[in-house]
């Protein structure tokens, strides 16, 4: 610690040095001290690039505090601020780096439920009998292609209304359009739903309303989320977004990945529809979601819940 | 708005610029768009130099999501994290570019009472009768050094405890330590108090938390508030500070100029001390405050009370 420094007074020239300064190295914990003395820095630099005015500057305690006053044990502002800001993605991204091949992560989002039932595949996870049918098959390899079985595939998506069932408890079947399969002895896996839908992501509080003063739409472009593990793997945290879907170039929440993009094929056969299981059904959607999972290196996946 | 940019989806290379091309310019609040724009850019920059796990980003959240909780009408948390990070000394500083010789300005602080007393020179803003007593006095000048008449000085501090009234609801008398002062024909205001004591911000909280974090402690440098304000000139929000404090030069918030730190006398006189309005007491301090004001050029002085 520099002793000129640390006893100097503050000013405006010298902002940042004089805070990060009482910063007590021989006390503090180190990684937070290194964090925050990045914080010092990155933020000064914002202030004195934007010079707000004193009103501003409580305009932002404000948005802060009302963003805190929001968050509940079902919601949860600040990780939706971090969503629509990319700050979500890009923490993602620098923990995700896999080997080319591999299947890429992309956001986790504020619905999953850790306490999912696990279904036979082939099962149908739409309870609501609303959207369009959907089959969805895949395989789960390693880098190398080979095929895993035994791999979980975690699915979740909101119902064709654009919401998920915990944003509407005793509206929505119990654990409608989620459910976990298990990969057979070929590293297959099969499942049914309903063709994923666009929905905005809660913009009834202040990130909403933040989004509205910066001339941004709420909404995610149509997706299943999808987490794939297997033992000695990398967990995949993922999507399977709709190609066709309007929001694709603009999801709000920055998750659209090129690799994540999936293949869905219209089929227009009763026949075939009544096969895949959706006896009645004029059409169907076939949706081919192959996984590729690398070794791990002793990390651990994590899957938080607010 | 770079078409290419617009459409391209987010990596970790191109994080900012992806997130920042949302912006609708046609739609969005000019200033809210400029500085949520360099807020991303910094916010990025920050985490792509501490590349932070998600437990940390997690962390992050977290603590977040407990200063806002922390937050109530009498509370105001994020005003306190704002402060120990320099953040509303550095806003202030950028606000209140004085020309040289006028007094500066610095923290407000959470404890400001708008509505406080208007009291005759000379009374005692003390009336829990405990601490050491002390008179001040002072002119308030302009800056060719003018005398300014009718000009009103409102000061407060902590009890000699090191709390404000409005901590100690019902422990504390009601208005202790509070007060509004107006400068007679001569531009002279004086009032009695007791010798301002260094004192904790409230540290039984997330910020709390993260200065010991810090290895730092959260004591303010002894001082007494002052907002100094006169028609036709720029509004004053100071302090007096207290020489002989052992937290002088390491205010937790970062409060201390030199020209602030104020000049303190022991009188160790009965006689003088009850001259002052100190009957029976073996000594007084006696500190002299002037101030001195800026011709205002139409900004409106902010006073923001949580
Ligand atoms: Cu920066
Ligand atoms: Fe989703
Ligand atoms: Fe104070």
Chains 1, 2 share one sequence.
Not at 145 to 166: C, H, K, M, S
Not at 206 to 232: D, M, N, S
Request: one cysteine or more; proline letters at 5%; charged letters at 25%.
């Amino acid at each position: 610690m520099n002793k000129q420094t640390d006893l100097a007074y503050f000013t405006e020239e010298n902002s940042a040095a004089v805070v990060n300064a009482r910063i007590d190295k021989t006390k503090a914990h180190p990684r937070m001290a290194e964090v925050i003395d990045a914080l010092t820095r990155h933020l000064h630099a914002f202030i004195k690039e934007v010079e707000p005015t004193h009103e501003e500057w409580l305009t932002g305690i404000k948005f802060l505090t009302e963003t805190g006053h929001m968050c509940t044990e079902w919601r949860q502002e600040f990780i939706l601020l971090s969503d629509i800001l990319g700050v979500s993605m890009l923490v993602d991204a620098i923990n995700n780096r896999r080997p080319s091949g591999a299947t890429e992560n992309t956001i986790l989002g504020p619905f999953y439920v850790a306490n999912r039932p696990m279904l036979p595949n082939g099962d149908n996870i739409c309870k609501d009998m609303k959207g369009e049918p959907c089959l969805v098959t895949g395989t789960v390899r390693d880098t190398e292609g080979r095929l895993i079985p035994g791999a979980v595939v975690d699915v979740w998506q909101t119902n064709d209304d654009g919401f998920y069932d915990v944003q509407q408890k005793g509206v929505q079947p119990e654990e409608n359009m989620r459910g976990a399969f298990t990969t057979d002895a070929e590293g297959r896996y099969w499942f049914r739903t309903v063709k994923p839908r666009f929905y905005p992501i809660p913009d009834d509080g202040p990130v909403g309303k933040l989004l509205g003063q910066l001339g941004r739409h709420p909404f995610r472009a149509a997706h299943i989320h999808a987490i794939v593990t297997a033992e000695g793997y990398d967990t995949v945290i993922t999507h399977i977004f709709e190609p066709n879907c309007r929001y694709l170039r603009e999801d709000t929440v920055f998750g659209v990945k090129e690799s994540l993009v999936g293949h869905f094929e219209k089929v227009e056969d009763t026949l075939e529809a009544a096969e895949a299981g959706f006896d009645g059904a004029p059409f169907f959607w076939k949706v081919q979601a192959d996984w590729v999972l690398a070794r791990s290196h002793g990390g651990k996946a994590i899957v938080h819940h607010v």
